[in-house]
């Protein structure tokens, strides 16, 4: 699928950086959602954006911190990182007021903490 | 939380054979979709299937809402078939979040 688009792929990044990650949907959806894929544990939601509101996960740590500008991009700020944070990063967006739309993924972004 | 288990956890198949496999769910939900990811961690929406009967050439879904499941069946298995299968719900109560299983992990061997 290439309606979502995520870059990097690949992240390499010590624990003092600061990067970010970027998403862009061509779909005209209008929620973004922001997954983090772990080893042996099943996709976690991270942040959703629907309709300009988010909805955020309460145990995600604070050195995540999403931003979403627009209904097509979203970004996932990242800084102070831990090791344990090394993870698949995916992005989806999905249709919010046509009921209930299925979601479409991104590529991901491999991240790796050092 | 609404609670999405998926069986077999892992499964070996020769290259022609045929598979199903399930996803249980605790709740009443309003959305199922089945993904593929592959070995480049890429997932690709199999099917949305919230209820009722799909088929896609030679994978098909069945989503049985009354009894809490669905059912992923691939036949004449390919070796591009390998990777692991999610089930994934959005439960009838509350804001849409998608959960996902733990995951079938299959592969297809030559």
């Known amino acids: 699928e290439t309606g979502v688009t995520q870059t990097p792929r690949h992240l390499v990044m010590g624990m003092t950086n600061k990067k970010s990650l970027k998403c862009e949907q061509h779909?005209?959806?209008?929620?973004m959602y922001w997954y983090k894929q772990s080893a042996k544990k099943p996709l976690e939601l991270m942040f959703v954006?629907?309709?300009?509101?988010?909805?955020e996960n309460n145990s995600v740590p604070s050195r995540f911190s999403p931003e979403c500008p627009n209904s097509s991009h979203l970004f996932l700020h990242l800084h102070t990182l831990q090791p344990e944070d090394s993870a698949l990063y995916l992005c989806?967006?999905?249709?919010?007021?046509?009921?209930?739309?299925?979601?479409?993924f991104g590529n991901g972004t491999r991240l790796t903490v050092t | 939380g609404i609670q999405v288990e998926q069986s077999p956890p892992d499964l070996i198949l020769q290259e022609g054979a045929n598979s199903t496999l399930r996803c249980n769910f605790s709740?009443?939900?309003?959305?199922l979709q089945w993904f593929h990811q592959n070995p480049w961690g890429q997932l690709i929406n199999l099917f949305y299937?919230?209820?009722g009967t799909k088929q896609n050439g030679r994978l098909s879904a069945t989503t049985v809402a009354t009894e809490r499941y669905s059912l992923l069946y691939i036949s004449s298995s390919q070796t591009t078939d390998s990777g692991v299968y999610f089930c994934?719900?959005?439960?009838?109560?509350?804001?849409?979040?998608?959960?996902f299983g733990t995951g079938t992990r299959l592969l297809v061997s030559p």
């Open positions: 989806a967006s999905s249709r919010m007021d046509r009921g209930n739309s299925p979601l479409h």
């Open positions: 779909l005209g959806h209008n929620a």
């Open positions: 954006y629907s309709l300009e509101e988010r909805v």
């Open positions: 709740d009443s939900v309003n959305n």
């Open positions: 299937i919230p209820s």
């Open positions: 994934a719900v959005v439960a009838n109560t509350g804001f849409q979040k998608l959960v």
